[in-house]
């Protein structure tokens, strides 16, 4: 493939260099440039350009043409910058000065293609593509290429100033690597092992940080900071500890001067500064800088700071409280008790009186809350029992019930009906259950959830986060009236959630009852109280509901209740369940318009099939399944469906524990038995129509599972062939064996004849064409199965996307373009 693109690059590179063709789409020239990298890495040291002299012609003839398009000219640089990025071809350049030309804008053909925000991206991905050697880096310091890769670094396009800074990064890990110290010790080089431009490059790189952190132009201090924090994350020693004491000044001044636009920018470069050996030092104020952001609360900026520092992986522990503390200051101010009016400071009090700063100031804090909770932080200055008080407090708040003994009546009219501090209050709530220390408020905690759910003013959205909650209160702390609280409490609710008018709570009111079903099966008590409550008449009521998705999570929800049943034997006394389930979901898997339900169907089989218990009781049904799900129009319900037959083989194999050798005669009658199960189920037809499904992924599945298949029978040296025999006619799949089987024995009778072996074979040919049945291990031989895994494993345009197909396609529309004007006249 290679020899023949390359036979095609001199017409292409002619092309491309044509200012009157129209250059290729990005995404093309995108392509081209990954194959050149593709070619480069696999020249196995031959030098492309010594081969390939059209290459240097068509790079200096883009970049001295006057008329060269600006895309065409941005790929000629990343291209010179990835073939110049061996030591030889960078001296190929340099022979005829094409490498200055390149990269020196002055001795383009037209200097205003530098306006373009493309070419100046190109510009600098050339430079980063071609440093990967000393002699690169000297051009770039000797070529005074440093001072246009900083102006870049505050260019107007976001882009290319993060490229010019990831390239400055590259440069100075680069002064530090140990190929560019002599060997010696990276951390303790000196600049004396360094050519003096190398350090005047280094230094003017740093210089130019301590310049853009000391300047009053917010822009510039901002790409300054982010250049910082690249630095302090990608660089290693001695550039970080130099850079910081150069920076140190200006960042302490940044930092005490408590711009808010900043504060997330400030935080990122110290949390990339937490993270090197820079802390460990007290000179470098790391810890210090940090705690000034924090203030002691009475600043705007400090609540967004504090809530950026509790969520730091790695950050002290005295600061860490101290963030806590700070952040956790507006919910206690919310729930404050007049006696408490002195302690709440007035910054905070007055950003509570504003809706937008005090919606926005709670969620921070209960957010902040919910991650300390994820980790199971333990508080120490406030009890986690008055934490969780505060957050009941605040949802109590927002379905409009508060105590008239509150001091902020202005936060309290801000917050009723407030979807958003809701949401994140009941996020806050159920990730407060791993706390051991407040079980004794489980009977209030249940009492706001309740109310929650009650309500008819509840959003659809904040009911979901109800049901969350509730459900990890109920998984994380079980306690003995678990039962009675389901059952009389809870049961009714989600009764009458089931009959909402919003398709989006009956649809997430059976998702928490498929969750909670899940885990709490094993509890025969709450398996009896589904039974007994009438909740499984609900559930199967839902599958015949107006939406879709509602069906399709009934289903699930349905499922889990037969598997939990079937798990504690309810079905001895609910029997219906199962057949009126089964009865109901082949009615959707055949009749439904919508997928979801259908594979929920199919997702529920495999399900039950999992377990131990229902194998039996769904063998009638499974040839069903099988069928509609496999002729499905859904290629997910395909997908289902053969992930099901996965699960049938490896349940129905288990009593069949082959190995390679030493098979015993029980073990092989078993697994023929277990053959003849699979033809009577209709698996092979489904395996066999899906290996020539329309759809890849299905074809993929259906070719890894006969494959196995394959290798199953292979190792069965006694297998009775007879018994399984398929019928190949009348049917897509059985044309193609056929089809395939011909032309093997066609292939061998010319092959026979070759030989001179004549005659024998004459009706075996006769006997082959009329062939009706063939064995199933036959089948499996006929089908080149391997090389139909390959031939899936690629992507279906690999043909089209090919580096030939793109060339082909380059010229063919610069010919159809030379038509088009012949025809204009």
């Given at each position: 493939m290679d020899s023949d693109c390359l036979s095609l690059l001199p017409a292409v590179c002619l092309v491309l260099a044509d200012p009157k063709q129209s250059p290729p789409d990005d995404t093309s020239l995108e392509k081209l440039l990954d194959w050149f990298k593709e070619l480069h890495s696999q020249s196995d040291g031959q030098v492309l350009l010594q081969h390939q002299p059209c290459l240097l012609e068509f790079i200096s003839s883009v970049c001295m043409s006057k008329t060269?398009?600006?895309?065409?000219?941005?790929?000629?640089?990343?291209?010179?910058?990835?073939?110049?990025?061996?030591?030889?071809?960078?001296?190929?350049f340099d022979e005829g000065g094409l490498l200055v030309n390149v990269f020196e804008r002055e001795a383009w053909g037209v200097c205003d293609l530098w306006e373009d925000a493309s070419v100046r991206s190109g510009w600098l991905q050339g430079l980063?593509?071609?440093?990967?050697?000393?002699?690169?880096?000297?051009?770039?310091?000797g070529n005074g290429l440093i001072k246009v890769i900083l102006q870049l670094q505050n260019d107007r396009s976001l882009f290319v100033a993060c490229l010019a800074n990831q390239l400055l990064v590259h440069i100075l890990n680069f002064l530090t690597s140990p190929n560019m110290t002599n060997g010696s010790d990276v951390v303790g080089s000196s600049e004396s092992s360094l050519r003096p431009d190398w350090v005047s490059a280094s230094s003017e790189i740093m210089n130019a940080v301590v310049e853009a952190l000391s300047s009053e132009d917010h822009p510039q201090v901002l790409q300054g900071l982010r250049l910082l924090s690249l630095v302090l994350s990608k660089c290693g020693e001695p550039i970080i500890s130099t850079l910081w004491k150069?920076?140190?000044?200006?960042?302490?001044?940044?930092?005490?001067?408590?711009?808010?636009?900043?504060?997330?920018?400030?935080?990122?470069v110290l949390e990339a500064a937490l993270g090197t050996p820079l802390l460990s030092q007290s000179e470098y104020k790391v810890e210090e800088l940090l705690e000034a952001m924090l203030g002691d609360g009475n600043r705007k900026e400090c609540f967004h700071c504090a809530a950026l520092i509790v969520k730091l992986e790695k950050c002290p522990e005295v600061l860490k409280r101290k963030a806590t503390d700070i952040i956790l200051l507006p919910l206690q101010c919310v729930s404050t008790q007049p006696q408490a009016e002195k302690e709440i400071n007035v910054v905070l009090k007055e950003q509570l009186s504003q809706k937008a700063s005090c919606i926005s100031l709670l969620m921070q804090s209960l957010s902040s809350l919910a991650q300390l909770a994820h980790t199971k932080y333990l508080f120490e200055d406030i009890s986690i029992h008055s934490i969780t008080s505060s957050v009941l407090l605040l949802l109590r708040m927002c379905?409009?019930?508060?105590?008239?003994?509150?001091?902020?009546?202005?936060?309290?009219?801000?917050?009723?009906?407030?979807?958003?501090?809701?949401?994140?209050?009941?996020?806050?709530?159920?990730?407060?259950?791993?706390?051991?220390?407040?079980?004794?408020?489980?009977?209030?905690?249940?009492g706001v959830l309740l109310d929650y759910l009650q309500s008819p003013d509840s959003h659809a959205t904040v009911l979901k986060k109800t049901f969350q909650a509730v459900k990890r209160w109920i998984v994380c702390s079980p306690f003995p009236d678990l039962?009675?609280?389901?059952?009389?409490?809870?049961?009714?609710?989600?009764?009458?959630?089931?009959?909402?008018?919003?398709?989006?709570?009956?649809?997430?009111?059976?998702?928490?009852?498929?969750?909670?079903?899940?885990a709490l099966n094993g509890n025969s008590g709450f398996t009896e109280a589904l039974h007994t409550s009438g909740m499984v008449s609900v559930l199967l009521s839902s599958l015949a509901d107006a939406e879709g998705y509602v069906r399709a999570s009934a289903v699930a929800a349905v499922g889990e209740a037969v598997t939990a049943s079937s798990h504690q034997m309810v079905l001895v006394s609910n029997s219906k369940l199962l057949d009126e389930a089964l009865v109901q979901m082949m009615a959707i898997l055949s009749q439904d318009t919508e997928g979801f339900p259908r594979r929920a169907v199919v997702q529920a089989f495999t399900s039950w099939l999992k377990g131990s218990h229902l194998i039996t009781a769904l063998e009638l049904s499974l040839s069903s399944v099988l069928s509609l799900g496999g002729s499905d129009f859904d290629w997910e319900v395909k997908m289902h469906t053969l992930e099901l037959a996965e699960v049938l083989m490896e349940k129905t194999l288990t009593c069949c524990p082959y190995a390679v050798q030493n098979f015993g005669s029980s073990e092989e009658t078993r697994f023929t038995q277990a053959l003849i199960k699979f033809k009577?189920?209709?698996?092979?037809?489904?395996?066999?129509?899906?290996?020539?499904?329309?759809?890849?992924?299905?074809?993929?599945?259906?070719?890894?599972?006969?494959?196995?298949?394959?290798?199953?029978?292979?190792?069965?040296?006694?297998?009775?062939?007879?018994?399984?025999?398929?019928?190949?006619?009348?049917?897509?799949?059985?044309?193609?064996?056929?089809?395939?089987?011909?032309?093997?024995?066609?292939?061998?009778?010319?092959?026979?004849v070759t030989n001179g072996v004549t005659g024998s074979d004459e009706g075996t040919d006769c006997?082959?064409?009329?062939?009706?049945?063939?064995?199933?291990?036959?089948?499996?031989?006929?089908?080149?199965?391997?090389?139909?895994?390959?031939?899936?494993?690629?992507?279906s345009d690999h043909v089209v996307n090919s580096p030939r197909s793109l060339m082909e396609d380059i010229l063919s529309a610069a010919q159809h373009s030379e038509e088009n004007i012949v025809d204009c006249y």
């Open positions: 060269t398009d600006p895309a065409i000219l941005s790929f000629t640089l990343k291209l010179t910058g990835l073939l110049a990025a061996t030591t030889q071809e960078l001296h190929l980063l593509n071609m440093l990967k050697h000393q002699q690169a880096l000297g051009f770039i310091c150069d920076v140190l000044v200006p960042l302490e001044v940044l930092v005490n001067r408590g711009s808010e636009s900043l504060i997330q920018t400030l935080i990122t379905s409009g019930h508060c105590p008239t003994s509150l001091l902020h009546s202005n936060a309290f009219t801000h917050l009723i009906g407030c979807c958003k501090v809701q949401r994140c209050g009941l996020d806050t709530l159920g990730a407060l259950s791993v706390y051991e220390e407040i079980l004794d408020l489980r009977k209030d905690i249940f039962l009675q609280f389901i059952s009389h409490d809870l049961f009714p609710v989600l009764e009458k959630r089931m009959c909402d008018l919003r398709w989006e709570v009956r649809d997430s009111t059976l998702e928490f009852i498929t969750q909670l079903t899940t009577n189920f209709g698996l092979f037809d489904l395996l066999f129509n899906s290996l020539f499904d329309c759809d890849r992924p299905v074809c993929e599945k259906a070719c890894a599972l006969l494959v196995k298949l394959r290798t199953l029978t292979a190792e069965t040296a006694d297998l009775d062939n007879s018994l399984l025999v398929l019928n190949v006619c009348g049917n897509r799949w059985g044309d193609e064996v056929q089809r395939r089987y011909l032309n093997k024995q066609q292939a061998k009778a010319s092959v026979s006997g082959l064409h009329c062939t009706k049945d063939i064995s199933l291990p036959k089948i499996l031989q006929i089908l080149d199965l391997d090389d139909m895994q390959r031939m899936l494993t690629l992507s």
